[in-house]
DNA sequence: GATGAATGAGTTTTCATTCAT
DNA sequence: GATGAATGAAAACTCATTCAT
C-alpha cells in the first residue's frame, strides 16, 4: 500500500519536526536564541546538525516557526476564551480563568513569548514579529469589543475607551502571572477571576 | 596649577566614560546585548575597541554600569513624584505624569530597561538585575504604601490588594505608554492622567 | 559495507587528528607555546582553525594532548630499554643507547619535552605537567632501582644513593645529547655508551 | 653643587632602573616572559608604563637586560669560586659550594635563567640568549680547565674528556640543586660537596 | 623625567552553515 | 533523508607601544 507507505513517512517526518521544535522550544525558553546553539538544539533533539537543517533553512527561520506555532495556539485558547459564555462578564472571566491555566501549564512558551514581546521591539529581523504583533493588537481589539459590547448594553460603566480597558486587564493579568510563576514561593496568583475583575470594575458593575 | 591639572584630566576621563556609555546606550537600546559588537559601540563612541576595555572590563561589565545609571536615574524620579502631592491622589497623579515624561524623554534608556526587566527572566548572568529587580519591587512598595494610606484615609474603596493596585497601575502605565511611543502615529497616549486614575478609582473614590 | 564505511571514517578523523598534532608538533617545538598561534597550526596542518577546535577544546588541550601522547612514547621507550639485558651494566648501556636513538630520531619532540620540563616549573596550568613528573620520576626510580640492584650485587661499589647516580646519568646523557644535537657540526655525540659509563664507573666497577 | 645635583639625580635614576629591573625578576622568574605584562612590571615596580620605557626600548630589552645583568652575577661568582683554592680538587668543592650558595639565594635569578637556558634552544630572538650561551660555554670550559690541569698533574685518572666531566659534574649539581631548591620537603640537598666529587671521582682520585 | 589614556594589530574562540558520503 | 566534519567570518579581549600633557 504505497499511500499507507507516503503518509507512514509523512507522519514520520511530522514527528521528527516536532521533536525538534520541542527540544528548541526548552532551549530557547530557557537561555534565550542567542545562548542556544545549533548544536546544543541538535543534541536535545537527538539529531545531527545536518537534519535541522533538512527541516529549517537557518536558525531564525527555526526559531520563527516556533514562535509561530506557539502564539497560534495561544490565539486560539485566548480567543476561545472570549467567545465562550453567556454575557460580557462571563467572557472576561473565562478570558482570566484560561490565560491562568495555559500560562500555568505552558510556562516554557509563555516566558518564550514573553522574551520576544514584552521587549515592546525584538531582537530579530521585523518580519518575524509583526505576525506576533498583529495576534496580539487582533486579541486585544476582540476584548476591547467585550468591553464596548458590554458598555453598550449597559453592563458596565462606560468610563473609559474599551481599548484602554482591555489594555489594562491584559497587562494586569500578565503581570501578576508572570510575577506568580516566576517566585511560585513567593506569592500565589488568584484563583478567583473576580480578584482582577473587582479591581477594574468595583463600581463599574452597573448595580 | 597642579590641582587643576588634575581634575582636568579627571573631568575628561569622566566625560569620556560618559561618551562611551552614551554610545553604548544608543546602540543596545535599539538593536540589543547580543547584535551589538563592542566594535560598533567602539566607531559610534569615536574611540578605539582597547579604550573601551580601559573603561570596563568586558562587554556585560559596560552593559550592567549602562543599566545601573539608568535604573538608578529612573528609581530617584518616580520615587520622588511619589514622595510630593498633599495627598494620596495627588501623589498618583505626580507618579502618572513623571513617569510620561520621563518615558517620553528617554525613549531609548525606557527600551532598554524594559528589554530587561520586562522580559521577566533575563539573558546575562544574575547579580546585575538583581540591583534592578530590588529596585522595581522597592518602588511597587511604595506605591502600594501610597494606596494603602489612601485606604486607611478613607480616600480609596479598599477593593484590592493595595500591592495589587499597585501592580496594575504600573502595568496600565507601562503598556499604553510603550504602546504610545512606539507607534506615535498610531495612538497618542492620555496628557490627562486622570484618564488612567478613572479606570482604577471610579466608583472607587469615596464619594 | 556499513561497516567499513564508518571504520573508514574513524581512521580519516584519527588521520586529521594526527596531522594536527604533527603540525602543532613541529611548531610548537621551534618557536615555543606562546609564539605560535592557532592559525599558524592551522596553515600547517592544512586545516581551517575551526577544524582545530572540533578536535581539541582549546589551544592548551592541544598543546596537552601533544605532550601526553610524547611522554607516553618516551617512557615506553626508556623503560623498556632498562628492562632488557642480562645484568645491570647491559641495562645501563641499553638505557643509553636507546636514549641517544629516540634523541636523535625525534628531535622536535625531545625540545618540546625539555621546554616543558628542565625549564623547572612550568607556564601552564599545573595538572597538565603533573603527569610529565610523574613519568619522569618514575623513569628516574626505575634507573636507581638499575644501580640498587647492581651495588646489591657487588657489581658497583656502593659509593653513592642509588638515587643520584641515576639523577647523574640522566643529566649527564641529557647535556651530552642535547649539546650534540643543537650544535651537531659543533661536537658529534659518542657512539659508544660506556664513555658515559666509564665517567661514572672507572673505579666503581667491582674489579 | 651642580656636580652632586647631577650624581643625585643619576644614582636616583639608577635605583628606579634597579627597582624596575627587581620588580620585572620576581615576576619573570614566576610567571614566564609571556605570562607578564608591562603593566604587570610598572604596578610592581611602582612606576607608569610609560617610565618603563624611558628606561627600556621594550619589553625584550628589559627582559634582556634583566638577564644580562643576572648572568654576568652568576658568572662572575662561579668564575671568582674556580679560581680560588689551592688545587683541582680544592677549587671543585669551592664551584660546588659556591653554586649551592648562590642558587639557594637568587632561587628566582635561577629559576628564570633555567627557564632561558635549560630549554636549550630560547623562545626569544636569537642574539639576546647569545651572550647567555657564550658565558655558559666559557664557564664549561674554565670547569674543563680544572679537570685537565688536575689529570695533567695527575690527581685524577684521565678517565674521559675534560669537557665531558665538566659536563657532568654541572649537570649533576644543576638536577640536585633544582630538585631540591623546588620541593625542599621532598629531599634536601647535600651540605657536603665530597658528596658530588664522590660520585665522579671515587676511584678516579689518584691514591 | 614621569604619566597613563589611547591605540589597534593580533590572538583565541564560537558557531551558523555547507556538502560530500 | 540523515550525517557530522570542515569551514571561515565575526566576535571578545589583550597588551606592547606611543605621545600629549
Known amino acids: 500500500m504505497p499511500k499507507n507507505e507516503i503518509s507512514r513517512k509523512e507522519r514520520e517526518k511530522e514527528r521528527h519536526r516536532k521533536d525538534i521544535l520541542d527540544a528548541a522550544l526548552v532551549l530557547f525558553s530557557e537561555f534565550g ?4 546553539s545549533m548544536q546544543q ?3 536535545k533533539a537527538e539529531f545531527s546538525i545536518g537534519t535541522l537543517y533538512n527541516f529549517f533553512r537557518n536558525k531564525e527561520d527555526l526559531y520563527s516557526n516556533l514562535l509561530d506555532k506557539l502564539t497560534a495556539r495561544f490565539h486560539v485558547e485566548l480567543t476561545g476564551a472570549l467567545s465562550e459564555g453567556d454575557d460580557e462578564i462571563e467572557k472576561l472571566r473565562n478570558y482570566i480563568i484560561v490565560k491562568a491555566v495555559v500560562f500555568r501549564e505552558n510556562l516554557d512558551i509563555v516566558l518564550l513569548y514573553f522574551r520576544e514581546t514584552s521587549g515592546v521591539n525584538f531582537n530579530l529581523k521585523a518580519g518575524m514579529d509583526d505576525r506576533i504583533r498583529i495576534q496580539y493588537v487582533e486579541l486585544l481589539e476582540l476584548l476591547a469589543g467585550v468591553f464596548e459590547d458590554g458598555i453598550r448594553k449597559k453592563r458596565f460603566h462606560g468610563i473609559a475607551e474599551p481599548y484602554f480597558l482591555a489594555l489594562t486587564l491584559d497587562s494586569l493579568t ?5 510575577g506568580c510563576l516566576e517566585n511560585p514561593e513567593n506569592r500565589s496568583y488568584p ?3 473576580d480578584v482582577f475583575l473587582n479591581v477594574l470594575f468595583k463600581g463599574l458593575l452597573v448595580s
Open 191 to 193: 484563583q478567583d477571576p
Open 41 to 43: 538544539v541538535a543534541d
Open 33 to 36: 536564541f542567542h545562548s542556544v
Open 174 to 178: 500578565n503581570a501578576t502571572l508572570l
